[in-house]
């Protein structure tokens, strides 16, 4: 017993915190007021450092692109008021010299109406007008056409695929069994608009995708746009771009072009949109990884040049570099270091602060006793 009294003695020589007797302390009013406020303070700024410790970051880092061998998706919700979806063709260029024309299988056309409605889509417009289905045993002539695997050109449509396989014009379709008054239907979309949506994926190099008027007739590898006779002839490409983005979407990713709406006056308007894209990779706390894309862009618009055809064009050019994004998010250490800090900080501050209070409180107190003091 003895042993563990000494012992305990010894303890209580090394305590840093030596306690006041109640009879030697003295509660004021200041000091209940300095107590409230401390609290307060130290409720807001642990709440603000629980949600710091909450919050996840992306540190951003930059490397060399050794990705350039992938494919790259662009989604794109483009809304074209005043020219029809069958006028429209979106095409893509690149400076390895691959071509690709009508990328509409991923991408679906809407038809509206000049009050901008929507009427349905286009391809399904056009299927509920086609005559009705000939027997199994009819095979359709293709005209001349490039014919598909089953030797048939049976409606319209695959009469117009065949012509564009042979790199023919699709001049006079009037003149075509399967296509009886398929110019008079293309002629009563006008004054119609259309809105596409959806993706497309084109190889990591620099080129284009563009929207232009007129059907696509390719030529080896080369293609141009023919607004034939029976097509409609008033239309410009005033457009808006609700969404273009270049990969997938994260929290980051900034795209300039969201929301651009430009109006054309004129109908030789053609409209250029220059983007610098810089591949980007984002790495989650729980191991997966997002590789996407962000892009800077400028706009060229000319209106004024009659030789060139009205369309709407988006270059992009690849950066060798890209950007790292790491999720970050704070340790459970550094947030209970902080909460000790803010702790500490605040009594130790307020302390300094009521003793200054109490000793000028009982300064006053004295000299108003003696009279010094009015």
């Not at 406020?37 to 710091?52: K, P």
């Not at 795209?255 to 989650?284: I, M």
């Not at 459970?332 to 009521?354: E, H, K, M, N, P």
Request: glycine residues 10%.
């Amino acid at each position: 017993m003895g042993r563990l009294g000494g012992l305990a003695a010894r303890f209580r020589r090394l305590d840093a915190y030596a306690k006041t007797l109640d009879d030697f302390s003295t509660q004021t009013f200041a000091g209940g007021l300095l107590t409230v406020a401390t609290a307060a303070l130290i409720a807001v700024l642990v709440a603000y450092e629980f949600a710091a410790y909450r919050r996840i970051e992306l540190r951003p880092e930059l490397v060399v692109d050794g990705t350039r061998s992938e494919k790259m998706r662009i989604s794109l919700d483009v809304t074209l008021p005043r020219a029809p979806c069958v006028l429209l063709g979106l095409d893509v260029l690149d400076s390895s010299g691959d071509t690709q024309v009508g990328l509409f299988q991923h991408v679906a056309q809407i038809r509206l109406a000049a009050n901008g409605t929507e009427i349905g889509p286009y391809v399904a417009a056009l299927d509920e007008a086609e005559p009705s289905a000939p027997a199994e045993s009819y095979c359709g002539s293709c005209y001349g056409g490039t014919a598909p695997a089953s030797g048939c050109c049976n409606t319209c449509e695959d009469v117009h695929k065949a012509y564009a396989r042979r790199g023919w014009a699709f001049t006079d379709p009037d003149s075509i069994a399967q296509c009886k008054g398929y110019a008079a239907r293309i002629k009563g979309m006008s004054g119609e608009g259309c809105r596409m949506h959806g993706f497309i994926e084109v190889g990591k190099v620099a080129g284009n995708f563009h929207i232009l008027a007129g059907d696509t007739v390719k030529t080896g590898s080369e293609h141009t746009h023919v607004v034939y006779d029976y097509m409609p002839q008033d239309f410009d490409l005033s457009h808006t771009i609700h969404r273009l983005a270049f990969g997938s979407e994260f929290s980051a990713q900034r795209n300039p072009l969201d929301g651009v709406s430009k109006t054309a006056h004129g109908t030789h308007a053609q409209f250029q949109y220059f983007t610098k894209v810089v591949g980007s990779e984002v790495r989650f706390l729980n191991g997966t990884v997002l590789r996407s894309n962000q892009y800077s862009a400028t706009e060229f618009i000319s209106e004024s040049a009659p030789t060139r055809r009205p369309g709407l064009f988006v270059m992009f050019d690849i950066s060798p570099m890209r950007v790292i994004y790491t999720e970050h998010q704070r340790s459970l250490a550094s947030f209970l270091t902080a909460v000790c800090a803010i702790v500490g900080g605040i009594f130790t501050v307020a302390r300094l602060i009521d003793a200054c209070v109490f000793r000028a409180e009982r300064a006053i107190r004295q000299k108003r006793q003696i009279g010094k003091l009015i």
